[in-house]
């Protein structure tokens, strides 16, 4: 049974006792408890992913969890393509462009290329800056901009009304490629879930719900402009 909660009523400490080499473990209470209420601890802001490794559970609608992807130019230019955005670079970026992925850490002789979608951001920072310089058609304007601007989703359009347009409408394409890699669709999973299913098969379809889901929200808030 899980007693993970991101609102916990109670903590786990550490104690050394100086008459006794061990390590004490308790836990205690935050607040005052009724009889038989149930202990919640804070396993951490993990991901699904972590919490199904690690503690065998999966949290629904589960606000740090992610879907983590590899940059990848061809797919995102499928996705670009896709939705109608017209002459998508991301394959072949200018010198200019290639200059600023490097910057983000997207391009170079060491680059850290996964990049991740939804939690605490619709899209990672390193990724929304990387689809809005890969997209704009300006090369005198986006240098001009710092990289904290362009990672923000918060700064609106740095590069232009038509380039957020653009950028957005190619996460909302990257999306359904990444549900199309998905073996069912959620109303599956759920009626997987109503016939009834083992343990370990159920925490697999739910852990699958979640991430669908999660790329549906990402959609939606997307389509909205973030």
Not at 78 to 87: C, N
Not at 89 to 114: T, V
Not at 120 to 134: F, H, T
Not at 180 to 187: D, R, S, V, Y
Request: proline share 5%; with cysteine.
């Amino acid at each position: 049974m899980c007693n993970h909660s991101f609102s916990p009523n109670a903590r786990i400490v550490q104690e050394q006792d100086t008459g006794n080499v061990k390590m004490q473990v308790k836990v205690v209470a935050e607040m005052p408890l009724k009889e038989d209420e149930p202990l919640l601890l804070n396993y951490g802001r993990l991901s699904n992913d972590f919490f199904l490794l690690d503690y065998g559970f999966v949290i629904h609608s589960n606000p740090y969890d992610c879907i983590e992807l590899k940059y990848n130019g061809a797919l995102l230019d499928a996705a670009s393509m896709a939705a109608g955005v017209s002459s998508p670079n991301f394959s072949a970026p200018a010198p200019w462009q290639e200059l600023i992925l490097s910057q983000l850490n997207l391009a170079g002789e060491a680059p850290d290329l996964k990049v991740t979608i939804g939690g605490q951001e619709i899209v990672e920072g390193r990724l929304l800056a990387a689809m809005r310089v890969l997209l704009a058609n300006d090369m005198e304007t986006a240098p001009n901009y710092d990289l904290n601007t362009l990672k923000s989703l918060s700064a609106e359009a740095p590069l232009g009304v038509a380039n957020d347009i653009a950028v957005f409408r190619t996460l909302i394409a990257l999306c359904v490629i990444a549900l199309g890699h998905f073996p069912t669709k959620i109303t599956d999973d759920v009626s997987l879930l109503e016939q009834g299913v083992s343990g370990s098969n159920e925490l697999a379809i739910q852990f699958r719900i979640q991430k669908k889901s999660l790329i549906v929200d990402v959609m939606r808030e997307s389509s909205q402009g973030g």
